[in-house]
């Protein structure tokens, strides 16, 4: 099926999920779009999509139904919920989530969808706003491999590398595993640069020096200009990294992972919230240790 001819429902369209959507819109495809909130849904019906009025509104004409939502409950509630789009999908038609959620719920997902006859691909991404807006983001698909090469032109739209990974949960474990290491870096830039600070480095200088050195991972690297400025506009905010911090922790329990460095992760970002920086990109972690070490903002 050529991509002029495919019919594609997209469930959720805020930061992440409004530019991913207008990304595949622009292959060529049909597109109707729900979210409930209804301004999200302003910018992709610009652009050509047709609004529906439900999550099962979209459902039930789309050979491809995606969901870009902000957690487990939201999933369960869009697939098998009493809105949810699986009753109202036909067999053999294609459900794809790109959010980030707990492999358990994704499991219960895939009962769900194969008892219903649909083909369930879980496709997390990772990357920024900015990202998603580029069309570069990092797609991690698992699931039937058929499914994911008809999507594979979609996936490419999203994101400049895409890897299919299996047919089951992997896509959810390599997402908590991304995401482990970018919030423990985020958690332990916040120490090193406190520290830097009181030892008497200059700031500016000190992540200039960071930026060349063996440290400076690609997070850190994109991360340098706003630590600068001391800008945390959030591009992934606090909140989001304590949600996927409890599902990472969560997670190694699930499968007997000892996790002391990921729930020292989770008690960073939790203590950055409840120091009121929640809505403020995870960077502001490093406020919260400036301020537990008796320094000032910059």
Known sequence: MSLANMTVG???????????????????????????????????????????ASNADLAADADVVFSMIPNDAVLRAVTFGDDGVFPAMRAGSIFVDMSTVSPETSMAVAEAAEKAGI??????????????????????????????????????????????????????????????????????????????????????????????????????????????????TPLFTTEQMVKDSRLICEAGAGVGVPMPIGNAMLQTFEDTVAAGYGQDNLTAAIKLIEGKSGLDDL
């Open 10 to 52: 997209w469930i959720g369209a805020g930061k992440m999920g409004g530019p991913m959507s207008g990304n595949v819109l622009a292959t060529g495809v049909q597109m109707s779009v729900f979210d409930p909130v209804a301004e999200n849904m302003a910018p992709v019906v610009a652009a050509g999509a047709q609004a529906a």
């Open 119 to 232: 083909a369930y691909l879980r496709a997390p991404v990772s990357g920024s706003t900015a990202l998603a807006e580029a069309g570069t983001l990092t797609v991690m698909v698992s699931g039937p491999p058929d499914a994911a090469k008809t999507c594979a032109p979609m996936f490419d739209a999203i994101g400049a590398t895409n890897f299919y990974l299996g047919e089951a949960e992997q896509a959810r474990y390599l997402k908590l595993v991304v995401n482990l290491l970018v919030g423990t870096t985020g958690a332990v830039l916040a120490e090193a640069l406190t520290l830097g600070r009181k030892g008497g480095l200059d700031w500016q200088q000190m992540l200039d020096v960071i930026g060349s050195s063996a440290a400076a991972s690609p997070y850190i690297k994109y991360n340098l200009e706003p630590l600068k400025a001391r800008d945390f």
